[in-house]
C-alpha cells in the first residue's frame, strides 16, 4: 500500500489552520497514524488509529477520514508546529509511511 | 524512566556489515512489539522490520533477505544485523515500539530512540 501526502509543503502564519492529506492506495480501514518529525528529533506520534490524540498531545490536532482518504489538523497553527508531518498504515504485518509534508512559516 | 537507546552505528565500506542494538529500559523487550526504521540524510521515514511479541517477524521488501532482526530477552535489547550493505542504506536508524495499552494495541508507534547514523561508503 501506497500512501501520498498532500501538499509537499504548506506555508502557514501562526493561528492560521493547517489540514494535511494523506490517501492510501488502497483501503487501511482504521489502520493509519500520524506523527510530527522537528530536524535532529525523532518522530513523535500526535494521533494513533484515524482519530485519537496520544499521549500529551494538544486538543488543536485532530484525526479523521477512512477507508483511503485521511486528514490531519491544526485548528490554529502554534510557533512550535512548525515541522514534518508523515501519516503511516499499517497492513497485516508491515507498515508503510507517506513521504511527509513540511508545515513552514509564511 | 522508559527510553530506547540506539547503538553500533558508524562506517562501513559496501558489501560489509554492521549490527545494530537497542536497548531498553523502563520496558521489556519480551513484552513489547519492536520495529527498525530507518530515515535517509533529507528524506522520509522507511520501516524496515518488526519483531512481535509472540515471535513473529517480518521485513520491507527492501531489506528482505540482508537484514535480520533478533532480541535477546536476557539482555533487553532488540537487534538488526545487516548484511550486504549498500550506500542506499545510509542512514539513521531508529527502534520504535508499537504502542499498546491495557492489552490492546494499535496503529502507532509510541516510543522512539534517538537514532544511529550509518553510513556505507563506495
Known amino acids: 500500500i501506497v500512501l501520498t501526502q498532500s501538499p509537499a509543503t504548506l506555508s502557514l502564519s501562526p493561528g492560521e489552520r493547517a489540514t494535511l492529506s494523506c490517501r492510501a492506495s488502497?483501503?487501511?480501514?482504521?489502520?493509519l497514524a500520524w506523527y510530527q518529525q522537528k530536524p535532529g528529533q525523532p518522530p513523535r506520534l500526535l494521533i494513533y488509529?484515524?482519530?485519537n490524540r496520544a499521549s500529551g498531545i494538544p486538543a488543536r490536532f485532530s484525526g479523521g477520514g477512512s477507508d483511503t482518504d485521511f486528514t490531519l489538523t491544526i485548528s490554529s497553527v502554534e510557533p512550535e508546529d512548525f515541522a514534518v508531518y508523515y501519516c503511516?498504515?499499517?497492513?497485516?504485518?508491515?507498515?508503510?509511511f507517506g513521504l511527509g509534508t513540511q508545515v513552514d512559516i509564511k | 524512566d522508559v527510553k530506547l537507546v540506539e547503538s553500533g552505528g558508524g562506517l562501513v565500506q559496501r558489501g560489509g556489515s554492521l549490527r545494530l542494538s537497542c536497548a531498553l529500559s523502563?520496558?521489556?523487550?519480551?513484552?513489547?512489539?519492536m520495529n527498525w526504521v530507518r530515515q535517509a540524510p533529507g528524506k522520509g521515514l522507511e520501516w524496515l522490520s518488526v519483531?512481535?511479541?509472540?515471535?513473529?517477524?517480518n521485513y520491507a521488501d527492501s531489506v528482505k533477505g540482508r537484514f535480520t532482526i533478533s532480541r535477546d530477552n536476557s539482555r533487553n535489547t532488540l537487534y538488526l544485523q545487516m548484511d550486504s550493505l549498500s550506500v542506499e542504506d545510509t542512514a539513521v536508524y531508529y527502534c520504535?515500539?508499537?504502542?499498546?495499552?491495557?492489552?490492546?494495541?494499535?496503529?502507532?508507534?509510541?516510543?522512539w530512540g534517538q537514532g544511529t547514523l550509518v553510513t556505507v561508503s563506495s
Open positions: 520504535a515500539r508499537r504502542y499498546c495499552n491495557d492489552g490492546n494495541c494499535f496503529t502507532g508507534f509510541d516510543l
Open positions: 523502563g520496558l521489556s523487550v519480551s513484552d513489547s512489539h
Open positions: 519483531y512481535y511479541i509472540a515471535g513473529t517477524i
Open positions: 488502497q483501503s487501511v480501514g482504521g489502520h
Open positions: 488509529d484515524v482519530s
Open positions: 503511516q498504515q499499517r497492513t497485516d504485518w508491515s507498515w508503510t
